[in-house]
């Protein structure tokens, strides 16, 4: 078993889950799946396989909070998702869908899609829970309305837009726009990037805006809102 550090940022061990402080069962499983370590896009897909949802996002929180190379982790959930395409179609549950061509057009209404597109102008839509969606082309255009998604863009002028609770959005790109209709929402953004996120005054619905180089707003961190509505360090 493999326990040593390595030079690849998106490359999971034994050693590096430790020093984050994964839990004995945690530990246990990711021996069991991968007693040399593993790529983070394919151990992130073996824990949706074995539906381990809260230790993805544990994974998931560790890596973007350690790696700052949000495009090599988008990158290598592109990669992951793509080479496992094989299960139920667009309309079913656990789908996974991968497209490497330009122009692609792809929906899922199931829970647990993994969708993965590395071409420009993807326009890809998701409405099941605990969606992964990752996208490393020019222009792309994703929509999510279920729960826990997990949202990443590394190509240029993305629009993402989310209505549900508890995504998680990352764009690495210069120029996106990301719009969240959901409570709980966490964005990074890239050069020029800006967002709006939803928050609740105790008496209505309201938006806060970020604009990168604006406000203390940096390129490459993650942000959510307190609950009087500023932008804080997620």
């Known amino acids: 078993m493999s326990t040593e550090t390595t030079n690849n940022p998106t490359e999971?061990?034994?050693?590096?889950?430790?020093?984050?402080?994964?839990?004995?069962?945690?530990?246990?499983?990711?021996?069991?799946?991968?007693?040399?370590?593993?790529?983070?896009?394919?151990?992130?897909?073996?824990?949706?396989d074995d539906r381990r949802?809260?230790?993805?996002?544990?994974?998931?929180?560790?890596?973007f909070a350690e790696i700052k190379d949000t495009a090599a982790i988008v990158g290598s959930e592109v990669s992951a998702i793509q080479s496992a395409t094989k299960g139920k179609d667009e309309s079913g549950n656990y789908a996974r869908i991968g497209s490497s061509g330009d122009d692609a057009r792809i929906g899922s209404s199931g829970d647990d899609a993994r969708i993965g597109s590395s071409g420009n102008y993807a326009r890809i839509g998701s409405s099941g829970n605990y969606a992964r969606i990752g996208s490393s082309g020019d222009d792309a255009r994703i929509g999510s309305s279920g729960n826990y998604a997990r949202i990443g863009s590394s190509g240029n002028y993305a629009r993402i837009g989310s209505s549900g609770y508890g995504a998680q959005i990352e764009c690495?790109?210069?120029?996106?726009?990301v719009a969240s209709a959901g409570w709980h929402t966490q964005v990074t953004l890239g050069e020029n990037g800006c967002a709006s996120l939803v928050w609740h005054d105790g008496e209505r619905s309201r938006f806060t805006h970020l604009y990168v180089g604006e406000d203390g707003v940096e390129a490459g961190v993650a942000y959510r809102l307190d609950d009087a509505g500023k932008v804080v360090p997620a």
């Open 172 to 177: 690495e790109g210069k120029n996106a726009v």
């Open 12 to 48: 999971i061990t034994l050693l590096r889950i430790r020093e984050w402080g994964a839990c004995g069962d945690g530990r246990d499983w990711f021996r069991e799946k991968f007693p040399q370590g593993g790529d983070y896009g394919l151990v992130m897909n073996a824990l949706y």
């Open 53 to 63: 949802f809260v230790d993805a996002q544990w994974l998931a929180s560790k890596v």
